[in-house]
């Protein structure tokens, strides 16, 4: 026959004194030490059922979120950009601030246009006065488009703009 000790440790033999306690009983009389106003004080707005004081409230007084100084930048440049992908474009032979508004690609508002993306075209474009990235300056040229940069055009124009 086995002999019971009572060495062996088991989860409903274990117990540790003080990791919990029991919940604070309120409302229970004078002895109790919570009674009468249960320990929510004399009047006042906490006091009453249903009373609450929203997060971050301080009486009337200049809550510390408004008080203290604001910061962060939110450029204004980055309203008037726009980012084009090269498959949206694919079929136009000329690319423009003007024929990209006129198909509606950008916005009236937009001033300056980067086109991205590496995926084969199968027409042949021109782009004029747009910034392009690597992979897509690769994807125009192999099919055997053209690519002339934003200061030539700016250039151009200025010197144009001279003779006349």
Do not use: W, Y
Not at 66 to 74: E, Q
Not at 103 to 130: A, D
């Amino acid at each position: 026959m086995k002999e019971n000790n009572n060495s062996d440790m088991n989860l409903n033999s274990i117990s540790c004194d003080g990791t919990s306690q029991n919940r604070k009983r309120v409302g229970r009389g004078i002895g109790s030490g919570t009674g009468k106003t249960s320990g929510r004080g004399h009047k006042g707005q906490k006091s009453r059922s249903g009373g609450k004081v929203r997060l971050g409230f301080e009486g009337g007084q200049m809550p510390l979120q408004m008080r203290l100084p604001k910061f962060g930048f939110s450029s204004r440049v980055n309203n008037f950009s726009k980012d084009l992908n090269i498959k949206n474009i694919n079929g136009i032979e000329l690319i423009n601030l003007n024929t990209l508004k006129e198909h509606k690609l950008i916005s009236k508002s937009v001033k300056k246009v980067k086109i991205f993306g590496n995926t084969e075209i199968n027409s042949k474009l021109t782009v004029e006065g747009i910034q392009v990235t690597k992979g897509a300056r690769k994807s125009i040229e192999s099919a055997g488009g053209k690519i002339i940069d934003p200061e030539s055009v700016n250039k151009s124009d200025l010197t144009n703009g001279d003779n006349s």
